[in-house]
């Protein structure tokens, strides 16, 4: 997981437990998600999740963009952790640093 946070560096990544409920999806079980899963599929993902939970997986954190709050890795982590009663979890909550304007930085004159 390490690797792409390394790949650009105007990305900043905070490590923060976030409600769950305060997360939103952006893959599931029905057309309107921006990246539908057939529901057959979705259900079986997130049951043998749920059964790897229960076990005592450490799954991995949420990564969740911090400025819209959608999950864009973990979707049936997320949905797992719901059925079995959970209210937050651990995510990486990450936004593309805007470039810095100011003294030391080109100017441009044109604006």
């Known amino acids: ?10 990305d900043v990544y905070v490590l923060a ?4 409920s305060d997360v939103y999806p952006i893959s599931g079980p029905d057309e309107e998600f921006d990246w539908p899963v057939p ?18 997986w450490d799954a991995p954190p949420l990564f969740v963009h911090m400025h819209t709050s959608r ?12 059925r079995l009663g959970r209210r937050t979890y651990w995510a990486v909550m ?17 604006e």
């Open 1 to 10: 997981m390490a690797n792409p946070l390394r790949e650009r560096d105007d």
């Open 17 to 20: 437990e976030v409600s769950l």
């Open 39 to 56: 529901p057959a599929e979705y259900e079986r993902k997130v049951e043998a999740m749920v059964r790897l939970l229960e076990e005592g």
């Open 71 to 82: 999950v864009v890795d973990g979707n049936h982590r997320r949905e797992a952790l719901l």
């Open 94 to 110: 990450w936004y593309r640093r805007p470039a810095f304007n100011g003294r030391g930085q080109p100017v441009s004159l044109d």
